[in-house]
C-alpha cells in the first residue's frame, strides 16, 4: 500500500540491493537466473492469489464460492437434465448442493488415464463441459475453473456422483484429493452430483461463514430465472433463529421474471397499470431471452440482468441492447401519435432513471469481464436482445395505447426537467459556490469540472481548519458540520426540510436527492467523510452513511462515497514516528515495528482538530498515501442492508435494543447493571 511507512511498514527488513557492476565487473543482472522464476503447479496459484478468481476474500468473494457451485447444477437444469436442486447448509458451515442431472463422469479421462473424470474436474483448472458445445447449449460461462477453485479453497469437500445406478464419492482438501475416486455401491433411485464443501479459514479468516439469508436469496432468484426447475433450501434451525430466513422452503416460479417482478415493487405506485413481459426461444433452441419490465411513479428505479442465471450486476452488453430498445420504440410510438417533436429530447437515462427491470438471457459461449461474471461482453448479445424487445415493444404500446401515452408523458416531463436542471446548471462553478451562500464553510477546490475532484466532510470548525491547510487547494473541497447531523431514518420530513445542515450538504454536491437525483450534476468525484477515529466519530459517519443511502443511493451504487481513515495514535520511538489506525493496530505496531531501544511515547488524537495540517496532510488527505474505504451494496444484499438500516437507525428503539442484546458480548453487563 502506498501509506505503508506511514504505519510500520518501513520496519520491515528490505533486502540488499543488487551490487552495481561498478563493483563487481559482471553485469547486475547475474542474480537474475532461471531459478528466480517460481512455477505453480495445480490449484496452487487459486490459493497463492484467490483475488484473481473470484474477486478478493471478502464476504461476497465467499459467497461467490456458493455461485460457483448452484451455478453447474442450474446448467444442468437449463439443459432439460436436472428437475431439482437441493440447498442445504447446516450447523457446522457446510454447504451441500444436490441435484438430479446426469452426474459428473466418473471414467478414466483419456488425457489422463490414471485420474478419474472427477478427480480432472475438481483439481485441474480449465477442465469442464462448458468448452464441448455438444455438452452444454448454454452455460455459466466458459472458464471451466469454478467448481476447481470452490475447492482449492476448501478445507474439506466432498463429491458424490450417481451415475449408472451407482453411487461414488470422493473427498479433497485445500484442492489436494485425499482419496481416490471410491465405488460404493448401487443405488436404484438416485442419479446426478452432490458437493459438499466448507470454506477454508486460512483464506478467508476464522470469522468467516455463509450468511443464510444471502445463501436464501441466491437459491430463490436462480428457481426465478429458469420456471422448469424447483429448488429446495434448508438451512440448520440454530442459524436462523434470530432471522426471517425459513429453515425450510421449496422455490418453484412457473412465471419466471414477470412473478420476480411483482415480488420486488408490491406495494409501489407504477406508471402503467400492466407490467412490459415476454419470452422468446431462439430458433434451433439455441439460447432464448425473457424479461420484465415496469416504470416506477415515485420510487427509484433498478435493473437486475442476468446471463445463462449467473448476475451481472455491472450490466453490459445486453443490458445496452435492451435500454435502446425501449428508446427506440418509444420515440416511433411518439413519432407514430404525432408527437415526435416533443419526444425528440428523450434519452436512454430519462427511461431508466424509474425503471424496474428484470432481464435474462441464454446464449452459447458468452464473454464474461473478470472472473467473477458482473459484466457481460458478447457483442452479439446488444444485437440480438434490442431486435427481440423491440419488435415485442411496439405491439405492446400499440395494443395497449392508454398506457402508452401515460408512459410516454412520464418521460417526457423526466426529460423536460433533466434540461431545465441542466440549464440552471450552466453556470461557472464559482458563481455556483456564491450561490451556497455558506461563507466560512464549504471551502471549494478551484477544478473547473466534477472529474478528480474530492469533497471532505468533517466534523466541526476545528476540523475543518486543518483540513483545509493540509488539502490540495486545486482538486480537494472541504465542508465542515457541526457535530451529530439529523438522522434522516427517523425524521419526519418537516424535519428534513428544516435542516441546515443537510440542506447546505446537498447545495455543496448540486445533484438533488430521491427521485430529483442527477448524477451528471454531482459536482465531485469522490465524497470522503473523514471523521474522529473514535466512538462519536464512527456515530458521525454512520448517520452520514445513512443519509447518503436514504437521499442519494445512487451516489453509493456508482462509487462515489468513501470513509477516510485517520490514525488515532502516533507513536514516536527516538527520531522514528508511525501512525496507528486503532488499538489493535497500536499493539501490533509496538510488537513488531518499534523494536528498536529506547521508550515508545504514544499520543493519543483527541480529534481530527487536533492534529497539525501537516499530520492530517500525511496521514488522512495525501492521495499517495492515505488509505479510502469505499461504501458499497452488493446487488444481492439490497434487501438485507434495506433491513438493517431500518433496524439500527429507524424509529424503533426496541429493534436496536434486541440488536444489542443479540450481537453485543457486553449487553448482559449493560443490562445487570
Known sequence: MANDDLFGGAARKQPAPAPSRKETGKPTEAGYTAASIEVLEGLEPVRRRPGMYIGGTDETALHHLFAEVIDNSMDEAVAGHATFIEVDLDKDGFVTVTD????????????????????????????????????YQTSGG?????VSVVNALSDHLEVEVARGQQLYRQTFSRGVPLTKLEELGRVANRRGTRVRFHPDAQIFGKGAHFKPARLFRMSRSKAYLFGGVEIRWKCAPELVAATETPSEAVFRFPGGLKDYLAREVEGK???????????????????????????????????????????????????????LALLRGLKDHAERIGQAKRASQITGDDIAGQTASMISVFIREPEFQGQNKSRLMTVEASRIVEATVRDSFDHWLAGAPQQATQLLNFVIERAEERLRRRAE????????????????????????????????????????????QARDRATQAVLPLRGKILNVASATRDKLTANQQLADLVQALGCGTGNQYRHEDLRYERVIIMTDADVDGAHIASL??????????????????????????????????????????????TQKVLTGKGKIEVSRFKGLGEMLPAQLKE?????????????????????????????LMGNKPEARFQFIQERAAFAQDVVDV
Open 100 to 135: 438430479n442431472g446426469r452426474g459428473m463422469p466418473v471414467e478414466p479421462h483419456p488425457k489422463f488415464p490414471k485420474k478419474s473424470t472427477v478427480e480432472v474436474i475438481m483439481t485441474m483448472l480449465h477442465a469442464g463441459g462448458k468448452f464441448d458445445s455438444g455438452a
Open 142 to 146: 466458459l472458464h471451466g475453473v469454478g
Open 269 to 323: 405506485e407504477t406508471v402503467t397499470s400492466e407490467a412490459f413481459v415476454g419470452k422468446v426461444q431462439r430458433e434451433g433452441g439455441h439460447g432464448s431471452l425473457e424479461w420484465a419490465v415496469c416504470w416506477l411513479a415515485n420510487d427509484d428505479g433498478f435493473s437486475n440482468s442476468y446471463c445463462n442465471t449467473i448476475p451481472t450486476p455491472d450490466g453490459g452488453t445486453h443490458e445496452a441492447g435492451f435500454r
Open 425 to 468: 446548471k450552466d453556470v461557472a462553478r464559482k458563481t455556483a459556490v456564491r450561490k451556497l451562500r455558506l461563507p466560512g464553510k464549504l471551502a471549494d477546490c478551484s477544478n473547473s469540472g466534477a472529474a478528480d475532484s474530492e469533497l471532505f466532510i468533517v466534523e466541526g470548525d476545528s476540523a475543518g481548519g486543518s483540513a483545509k
Open 544 to 589: 452520514l452513511i445513512t443519509f447518503f443511502y436514504r437521499l442519494t443511493p445512487r451516489l453509493i451504487e456508482e462509487g462515489h462515497l468513501f470513509i477516510a481513515a485517520p490514525p488515532l495514535y502516533k507513536l514516536t520511538q527516538g527520531t522514528r514516528t508511525v501512525y496507528a489506525r486503532d488499538d489493535a493496530h497500536r499493539a501490533e505496531l
Open 619 to 647: 496521514t488522512t488527505m495525501d492521495r499517495r498515501k492515505r488509505t479510502l474505504l469505499r461504501v458499497m451494496i452488493a446487488p444481492e444484499d439490497r434487501s438485507e442492508t434495506a433491513d438493517s438500516v431500518e433496524r
